[in-house]
């Protein structure tokens, strides 16, 4: 029986049909047990799923919610279980029940992820299928989550963009629109006062939570050993903090990433990556980062998600670096990959309005909040560029299958005479060429105004002085960054702009006065500290694109390998 209930996308390869021969492979690192009809291989939350390979009989897989099953998948002979959770050692987020009896192969995660680094044609096939489910899932919105939120909150943007960059399937429920959300609230005793409100697995109500009780709710980082000596802690999952993982696991070292929010930092925020090499036609920051974050999985990396470094401690080795948590990480060598986040514009009441109204990415879910109206986008830089592109462009409405235009225009505004300093000359023939898009040299935004969210916009032209007020009530602000530099508690030399200085960069008076204790001069990307490296964004003098950072990344491993064998 191969019958899955429900079309997929890309059918064969979501569900494929092992060989004899590749399950006679798979069968050296598991055991062959019998299934009765009705018992149940996992379930929903599980912590430590196995993974089954089935060899007669059928299962049936499911998700649980609301005392209802949603089908997912049925699977006979020659087929198999899971999706990525089960390489990333997280929770399952469905139900296998054995629906007619027989026989299956079962492997438990060490086996499954020995097998996945050992077996490159099975790892692709497997790798392929568990993120074609994982895509299913998000798609259709069968998870282990439901958010109950209004969309005019901060709060439920910032957790919607939580669960969407950590990839994890969820159901939205909107307060003001959604008929089913008063039954779910009178259900578990919450008033629309206390949204957004996370219901996970159906059990634990989560009023307002932070990322970090959201990740330990959803087991995030269940499986991730906090107490062991690592070799190698990465701090920051962008596009430089995961390259490091992947080349770092990849070849043999013992890795922990932690990450404040979501795999992908800056890249996973925008909506198009069109100039990394290898994707002509472009891939999404978040489609990237879901792909590098599950490769560095793969091979074998933990990736800690809501865990921040809060503070560095240098002086001892191993190093350690105390998170928002508490606990305290260890290791021998640290690569600091926190990259950097926009600039925030001198404004009042900017506070007020962010995520109300001023927003830092530009990616689908902002553009559903703009709900086709006008926008803003302030910067003169490649993302700025991007967002306006993306924001006054078209996507399908879900009901109709019909393109409608994101926004109805686009205002860029930019303090300098014009672009074409600061912007790849692509971006700028295409904003030229988009009638929605209307360009404003020598402009900036000089006040705010609103209640609950933003509704008013005055911006001033700096040649002329002329104060222009619009009834504009989403801005987007990319206007140059600022280096995520606070937690290194002045442990490394930094430049005036707050950038970790590396390599040769370091002068002869940085290195007196940081005490640098070696006879060797730093390597490269080596900071004032023998053993701590900074790459991508963050680092003093780097070029501010993923190519760039990814080179870093994974070329530091190269220097860790030096550093840890000194
Ligand atoms: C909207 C947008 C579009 C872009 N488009 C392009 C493009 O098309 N092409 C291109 O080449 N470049 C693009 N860029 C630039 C590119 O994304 C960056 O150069 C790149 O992401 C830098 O990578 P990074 O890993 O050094 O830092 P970041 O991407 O900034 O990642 C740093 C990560 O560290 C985490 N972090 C920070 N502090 C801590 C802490 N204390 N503890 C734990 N984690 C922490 C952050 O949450 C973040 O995830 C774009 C940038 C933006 C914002």
């Given at each position: 029986m191969s019958a899955v209930p429900r079309q997929y996308e890309r059918q064969a390869q979501t569900f494929p049909t092992l060989s004899n021969e590749q399950i006679a492979r798979i069968a050296r690192h598991g055991r062959m047990r019998q299934t009765r009809h009705g018992e149940?291989?996992?379930?929903?939350?599980?912590?430590?799923?196995?993974?089954?390979?089935?060899?007669?009989?059928?299962?049936?897989?499911?998700?649980?919610?609301?005392?209802?099953?949603?089908?997912?998948?049925?699977?006979?002979?020659?087929?198999?279980?899971?999706?990525?959770?089960?390489?990333?050692?997280r929770r399952s987020l469905a139900r296998a029940r054995v629906i007619e009896a027989g026989e299956v192969l079962e492997l438990d995660g060490d086996a499954l992820r020995a097998l996945v680094q050992t077996d490159s044609?099975?790892?692709?096939?497997?790798?392929?299928?568990?993120?074609?489910?994982?895509?299913?899932?998000?798609?259709?919105?069968?998870?282990?989550?439901?958010?109950?939120?209004?969309?005019?909150?901060?709060?439920?943007?910032r957790l919607r963009e939580f669960l969407m960059r950590n990839g994890h399937p969820h159901n939205y429920v909107d307060v003001e629109g959604d008929a089913d959300a008063e039954k779910i609230l009178h259900h578990f005793g919450i008033g629309v006062e206390d949204v957004p409100v996370v219901i996970c697995r159906g059990e634990v109500v989560l009023r307002n939570p932070t990322f970090e009780q959201v990740a330990d709710c959803l087991g995030l980082n269940a499986a991730i050993d906090v107490e062991a000596v690592r070799d190698l802690l990465v701090v920051?999952?962008?596009?430089?903090?995961?390259?490091?993982?992947?080349?770092?696991?990849?070849?043999?070292?013992?890795?922990?990433?932690?990450?404040?929010?979501?795999?992908?930092?800056?890249?996973?925020?925008?909506?198009?990556?069109?100039?990394?090499?290898?994707?002509?036609?472009?891939?999404?920051?978040?489609?990237?980062?879901?792909?590098?974050?599950?490769?560095?999985?793969?091979?074998?990396?933990?990736?800690?998600?809501?865990?921040?470094?809060?503070?560095?401690?240098?002086?001892?080795?191993?190093?350690?670096?105390?998170?928002?948590?508490?606990?305290?990480?260890?290791?021998?060598?640290?690569?600091?990959?926190?990259?950097?986040?926009?600039?925030?514009?001198?404004?009042?009441?900017?506070?007020?309005?962010?995520?109300?109204?001023?927003?830092?990415?530009?990616?689908?879910?902002?553009?559903?909040?703009?709900?086709?109206?006008?926008?803003?986008v302030v910067g003169g830089g490649n993302s700025a560029g991007q967002a306006a592109t993306f924001l006054a462009g078209t996507e399908k409405d879900p009901k109709t299958g019909e393109d409608v235009p994101r926004t109805t225009h686009v205002h860029m505004l930019v303090r300098s005479t014009g672009l074409a300093?600061?912007?790849?000359?692509?971006?700028?023939?295409?904003?030229?060429?988009?009638?929605?898009?209307?360009?404003?040299?020598?402009?900036?935004?000089?006040?705010?105004?609103?209640?609950?969210?933003?509704?008013?916009?005055?911006?001033?032209?700096?040649?002329?002085?002329?104060?222009?007020?619009?009834?504009?009530?989403?801005?987007?602000?990319?206007?140059?960054?600022?280096?995520?530099t606070a937690w290194l508690s002045g442990c490394l030399v930094l430049d005036d702009k707050g950038f970790i200085k590396t390599g040769q960069d370091l002068g002869a008076d940085d290195l007196a006065a940081a005490g640098w204790p070696l006879a060797r001069p730093p390597l490269l990307f080596e900071t004032s500290r023998p053993g701590i490296f900074a790459v991508g964004d963050v680092r003093a003098g780097s070029i501010k694109r993923v190519a760039a950072a990814v080179g870093e990344g994974s070329v530091c491993v190269q220097l860790v390998h030096r550093l840890l064998a000194e």
């Open positions: 149940l291989l996992y379930d929903q939350g599980t912590e430590t799923a196995s993974f089954f390979v089935v060899i007669s009989g059928a299962l049936d897989i499911v998700r649980p919610h609301k005392n209802r099953e949603d089908p997912i998948a049925v699977l006979g002979p020659g087929q198999f279980t899971g999706e990525i959770n089960l390489v990333t050692g044609e099975l790892s692709e096939l497997f790798m392929r299928a568990f993120i074609l489910r994982r895509m299913n899932l998000i798609q259709l919105g069968l998870g282990d989550v439901v958010l109950i939120g209004s969309h005019h909150s901060p709060s439920t943007l920051g999952a962008g596009p430089a903090g995961l390259a490091a993982a992947v080349y770092g696991a990849s070849e043999g070292l013992d890795v922990l990433v932690l990450e404040t929010h979501a795999p992908g930092g800056q890249a996973g925020a925008s909506s198009k990556i069109e100039n990394y090499l290898g994707f002509p036609t472009g891939i999404s920051g978040q489609a990237l980062a879901g792909r590098a974050f599950t490769q560095a999985e793969k091979f074998g990396a933990d990736v800690a998600i809501a865990r921040s470094a809060a503070r560095l401690r240098c002086t001892e080795r191993p190093f350690s670096v105390q998170l928002s948590t508490g606990d305290v990480v260890r290791a021998r060598a640290v690569v600091i990959a926190s990259g950097a986040q926009y600039r925030k514009l001198p404004l009042e009441r900017l506070a007020d309005f962010e995520g109300a109204g001023v927003y830092y990415a530009a990616g689908p879910m902002e553009a559903q909040v703009c709900g086709g109206e006008e926008v803003i300093q600061s912007m790849s000359r692509y971006l700028i023939r295409r904003i030229e060429e988009i009638p929605n898009i209307t360009l404003r040299t020598r402009t900036e935004i000089v006040k705010l105004e609103g209640g609950q969210r933003l509704e008013r916009v005055t911006w001033k032209d700096t040649a002329t002085g002329e104060l222009t007020t619009v009834p504009i009530q989403h801005v987007f602000l990319m206007t140059g960054a600022v280096p995520k």
